[in-house]
């Protein structure tokens, strides 16, 4: 009997559309982990407040400080008076709307949801009802939707205590960067102790925060940065520097268990030259706003998944996640220094746009920082 079913493709066609499709969703998902889900529109005050907002997609010139309803918690949410936020890649792949893969989340047209922002440090000032951890008064860190602002909301889950030892500022550029390090090197690199780490980007934001966890776990660290930040890495406990204007790290016979690579800048089978047949690449991220409108990184991303398969190195990628228990555990590294925030500038809330535009030129030296200039105004 003759079936009308049409013939099915091959399966190494198969396995690359669904690798192509794991890719997409996972990779998007991977830009915009740190963004809580957007909350029920917020239950309306009446107080005014001070924020930075987006209507449109562009560049940082599309950012607006405008005067917005101060929210109110629901049952389960934590307002919280923030002291100072953090600028992270993360905020300008959502405010230029890139890669446009992005937009299936954010809106197609122009972005859902305003607020901009994801890491911060503050003053908690009102719970809902089911809130049990925390009380009005108490110093957090964490993540909130829409951290460019005076106050914002967020779930305890996302926060955690303020390590004394920090200042606001400081605090404010630990979420995101070093949960990315401490996951990457923890959960995907499986580090152990002895081994010998390699990190590329290591004067960036995820980077600083990688070379102090991975010496706090007992590895052999090189960093991999440019000539005017060989003695701020090494200050962060790097046993080896590599000036990548003077040499090239894939030429250099080294051969390293796990490579951390927060720049994606080199080719593949550069990193699996200098990595041991069992060792483990990570790719955390890479690229600036004018790499690859349609899928960015996540064309990275597609050519790591698709070769790991067929090599005895395992080479994956991060979509980290915001852990109470990880910020705790990141607060516990912070009190016992062995682990410290690097900051490189500082900008008033009504400059924004000024610090979101030097983060995209890839220079910035660990983070940077955003502070109510007058903390809260109302």
Not at 131 to 156: R, S
Not at 187 to 216: E, H, M, Y
Not at 255 to 269: A, E, H, K, T
């Amino acid at each position: 009997m003759n079936s009308t079913r049409p013939p099915r493709r091959p399966l190494w066609k198969r396995t690359w559309m669904r690798v192509v499709l794991v890719v997409l969703a996972g990779g998007a998902s991977a830009l915009w982990f740190t963004r809580p889900e957007p909350p029920p529109p917020p239950l309306a005050s009446g107080v005014p407040m001070k924020a930075i907002v987006y209507h449109d997609y562009g560049p940082p010139d599309v950012l607006r400080l405008e005067v917005v309803d101060k929210p109110l918690p629901r049952e389960d949410q934590v307002l919280i008076r923030i002291r100072a936020a953090a600028a992270n890649p993360l905020d300008w792949h959502y405010i230029r709307g890139t890669p446009y893969v992005m937009r299936m989340e954010s809106g197609f047209g122009q972005p859902k949801d305003p607020g901009v922002g994801a890491d911060m440090a503050g003053v908690v000032v009102a719970t809902g009802s089911n809130v049990t951890q925390f009380k009005p008064g108490d110093e957090v860190f964490g993540t909130v939707n829409g951290a460019f602002a005076e106050y914002a909301l967020t779930t305890e889950r996302r926060i955690a205590p303020k390590p004394a030892s920090l200042t606001f500022e400081q605090a404010a550029g630990v979420p995101v960067a070093a949960l990315t390090a401490l996951q990457g090197l923890r959960d995907k690199g499986r580090i152990q102790p002895g081994q010998k780490v390699l990190i590329n980007g290591s004067s960036g934001g995820v980077g600083t925060f990688a070379v102090q966890i991975a010496k706090s776990l007992g590895a052999e660290v090189t960093g991999i940065c440019s000539t005017r930040n060989l003695e701020l890495v090494r200050s962060l406990g790097a046993d080896h520097v590599i000036d990548y204007t003077q040499e090239d790290f894939a030429e250099s016979g080294q051969q390293y268990d796990l490579i951390v690579d927060n720049v994606g800048n080199r080719s593949l089978s550069d990193y699996r030259r200098v990595l041991k047949s069992k060792g483990t690449y990570v790719l955390i991220g890479g690229g600036g706003p004018d790499n690859g409108k349609w899928l960015g990184p996540l064309a990275t991303m597609l050519k790591v998944l698709v070769v790991s398969p067929f090599v005895s190195q395992d080479l994956t990628t991060l979509m980290a996640s915001i852990r109470q228990d990880d910020l705790r555990l990141l607060g516990e590294l912070i009190e016992s220094n062995q682990v410290r925030p690097v900051i490189d500038r500082t900008y008033p809330l009504s400059e924004a746009a000024e610090a979101i535009r030097y983060l995209e030129t890839g220079r910035a030296r660990g983070k940077v920082i955003i502070t109510m200039e007058n903390g809260a105004a109302y």
